[in-house]
Nanobody, 125 residues
Framework: VQLQASGGGLVQAGGSLSLHCAAS????????MAWFRQAPGKEREFAAA????????YYADSVKGRFTITRDNAKNTVSLQMNSLKPEDTADYYC???????????????????WGQGTQVTVSS
C-alpha cells in the first residue's frame, strides 16, 4: 500500500486544519487507518484511527473532542479534521496503514505496515 499525505501548514492557536491521505490498494476497507504525529525530539505518538472491521473511530486523549478522523472507502482516502488547535499540536503528521493490527496494539506505531510522508503542522501561540 502506498500512501500520499497532504494538508497541514501554519495556523494560529484556536484555528483549524485538515489533513488528507490517499491510499492505493484494492482492499482499503480491510485496513485499519491511522494518523500519528511526531514532535521534534519526541517519539511518534498515536492521534486517531479508524478500526478496519467496525469503522469505529478512536482518539488519543490529547486530541479527543477536537480532531475528527473520517475515511471514504470508495475513494481510498482518510482525513483528519483538526479544530481548536493548540501549540502542543505542532508536529509532523503521518498517515499509516495496519493490515494485521489487533485491538490491543493498534495505537502502537511499530505495528503499522505502510506510512505516508509526513506533513508539517505548526500552531503558533
Amino acid at each position: 500500500v502506498q500512501l500520499q499525505a497532504s494538508g497541514g501548514g501554519l495556523v494560529q492557536a484556536g484555528g483549524s486544519l485538515s489533513l488528507h491521505c490517499a491510499a492505493s490498494g484494492r482492499t482499503f476497507s480491510a485496513y485499519t487507518m491511522a494518523w500519528f504525529r511526531q514532535a521534534p525530539g519526541k517519539e511518534r505518538e498515536f492521534a486517531a484511527a479508524k478500526w478496519r472491521s467496525t469503522d469505529r473511530s478512536y482518539y488519543a486523549d490529547s486530541v479527543k473532542g477536537r480532531f475528527t478522523i473520517t475515511r471514504d472507502n470508495a475513494k481510498n482516502t482518510v482525513s483528519l479534521q483538526m479544530n481548536s488547535l493548540k501549540p502542543e499540536d505542532t508536529a509532523d503528521y503521518y498517515c499509516a496503514v495496519c493490515q494485521g493490527c489487533i485491538f490491543s496494539t493498534f495505537q502502537n506505531f511499530r505495528h503499522y505496515d505502510s506510512w505516508g510522508q509526513g506533513t508539517q503542522v505548526t500552531v503558533s501561540s
